[in-house]
């Protein structure tokens, strides 16, 4: 059986397929990158898109404030899913200010997320329901399982389908949050360079904006439309504490609040900018302590699974086969 995979194995087509495969996979390994496109771009014209509806928010709004008694613009049409959701009423029953806020650290913003959001809560208890009982009852995926525990099974998934919306929102927010947590720090010192040499604060979140692109296109996101809030929105403090609100970050919210100390107050924001700085670097620099102290214990478990029983055997492996040879220790 050996020989026949050896020679298997060393016959000229088999090599060939394999150099052919190989070959195929490093020209779609390198050509990857070019084919999913510019994420930076992709993503800054998302908020290109934000600002323009917030432009029109804003003018509606003045707009309605000089006419007074006039009736301000129609509301668009409420799509399929908008009119689900109205008729069912459930944002009153599935939606507070901690889901709207984890939908905003997500980056998803507006109206279109949250009924998507709450109609995929509303409908995949019933699809996974659906699913898990044809998987179980017309398929008969448990045969030796009683009536009752399938039915506990097809709840667990009814349940599961529930929370799923959650968690996948969840996750994506902690996966925003570590990434604009990465880059705080670097875009910090940039916004204190830009405020040092001159600039005002527009100028410096859009610069930043541009040169973090390449390391947090969510932080790059969030400052773009932090300089739009600060055009267009009637206070400017609003937009300093949505941004705050957008990343969840307390790094961000103490500079946020020396932002508005200093719209309130008039003082220099640069000595306030270079302190912060200091402190979002020395806060990162402990996370990074904080994981390789945290390596050690994480470690034993695998050297103890797999390296200990091949050390034992590279030691004991040449005694054992010594006494094999002799026929025992005596």
Same mark, same amino acid.
């Given at each position: 059986m050996?020989?026949?995979i050896?020679?298997a194995?060393?016959?000229p087509?088999f090599i060939i397929a394999?150099l052919?495969?190989?070959?195929v996979f490093?020209?779609?390994?390198?050509l990857?990158?070019?084919l999913?496109?510019?994420?930076?771009?992709?993503?800054? +014209?998302?908020?290109?898109?934000?600002r323009?509806?917030?432009r029109?928010r804003e003018r509606?709004?003045?707009l309605?404030?000089?006419?007074? @008694?006039n009736k301000g613009?129609?509301?668009?049409?409420?799509?399929g899913?908008?009119?689900?959701v109205?008729r069912?009423?459930?944002?009153?029953?599935l939606?507070?200010?901690?889901?709207?806020r %984890?939908?905003?650290?997500?980056?998803f913003?507006?109206?279109?997320?949250?009924? %998507?959001?709450?109609?995929?809560?509303f409908s995949l208890?019933f699809?996974?329901?659906?699913?898990?009982g044809?998987?179980?009852f017309?398929?008969?995926?448990?045969?030796?399982q009683?009536?009752?525990m399938?039915?506990?099974?097809?709840?667990?998934?009814?349940y599961?389908?529930?929370y799923?919306?959650?968690m996948?929102v969840?996750?994506?927010?902690? %996966?925003?949050?570590?990434?604009?947590?990465?880059?705080?720090?670097d @875009?910090?010192d940039l916004?204190?360079?830009?405020?040092?040499?001159?600039?005002?604060?527009?100028?410096?979140?859009?610069?930043?904006?541009?040169?973090i692109?390449?390391?947090s296109?969510?932080?790059a996101?969030?400052?773009v439309?932090?300089?739009?809030e600060?055009?267009y929105l009637?206070?400017?403090?609003?937009?300093?504490?949505?941004l705050? @609100?957008r990343?969840g970050l307390?790094?961000? +919210?103490?500079?946020?609040q020396?932002l508005?100390?200093?719209?309130?107050?008039?003082?220099p924001?640069?000595?306030a900018?270079?302190?912060?700085?200091?402190?979002?670097?020395?806060?990162r620099?402990n996370?990074?302590?904080?994981?390789?102290?945290?390596?050690?214990?994480?470690l034993?478990?695998p050297?103890i699974l797999f390296f200990?029983?091949?050390l034992f055997?590279?030691?004991?492996?040449p005694?054992g086969?010594?006494i094999?040879e002799r026929?025992?220790?005596f």
């Amino acid at each position: 059986m050996s020989d026949q995979i050896i020679k298997a194995l060393f016959e000229p087509s088999f090599i060939i397929a394999l150099l052919v495969a190989v070959a195929v996979f490093a020209t779609v390994f390198t050509l990857l990158p070019a084919l999913g496109g510019n994420e930076l771009k992709a993503r800054m +014209k998302s908020v290109a898109i934000e600002r323009d509806e917030l432009r029109a928010r804003e003018r509606a709004r003045m707009l309605a404030e000089s006419s007074r @008694g006039n009736k301000g613009l129609r509301e668009q049409q409420s799509t399929g899913l908008r009119q689900i959701v109205e008729r069912l009423d459930l944002r009153r029953a599935l939606v507070d200010e901690g889901t709207v806020r %984890k939908l905003r650290m997500a980056g998803f913003r507006g109206e279109n997320p949250l009924t %998507k959001f709450l109609f995929l809560r509303f409908s995949l208890p019933f699809v996974g329901l659906v699913i898990a009982g044809v998987y179980v009852f017309l398929l008969d995926a448990l045969p030796e399982q009683p009536p009752l525990m399938k039915g506990f099974v097809c709840i667990l998934v009814a349940y599961a389908g529930f929370y799923a919306p959650n968690m996948y929102v969840s996750n994506l927010a902690s %996966k925003r949050k570590a990434s604009i947590q990465r880059a705080w720090p670097d @875009g910090l010192d940039l916004l204190l360079i830009c405020v040092e040499s001159g600039m005002s604060i527009e100028a410096g979140f859009k610069k930043v904006s541009d040169e973090i692109g390449s390391q947090s296109v969510e932080l790059a996101e969030e400052l773009v439309l932090t300089t739009a809030e600060l055009s267009y929105l009637q206070e400017r403090r609003a937009a300093y504490e949505n941004l705050a @609100g957008r990343t969840g970050l307390d790094s961000v +919210k103490s500079v946020t609040q020396a932002l508005i100390q200093a719209e309130r107050y008039g003082t220099p924001i640069a000595h306030a900018l270079r302190v912060l700085a200091n402190e979002s670097r020395d806060m990162r620099m402990n996370e990074a302590e904080k994981k390789a102290a945290a390596l050690p214990p994480k470690l034993t478990v695998p050297m103890i699974l797999f390296f200990l029983p091949v050390l034992f055997a590279v030691i004991l492996g040449p005694a054992g086969i010594s006494i094999s040879e002799r026929g025992g220790i005596f």
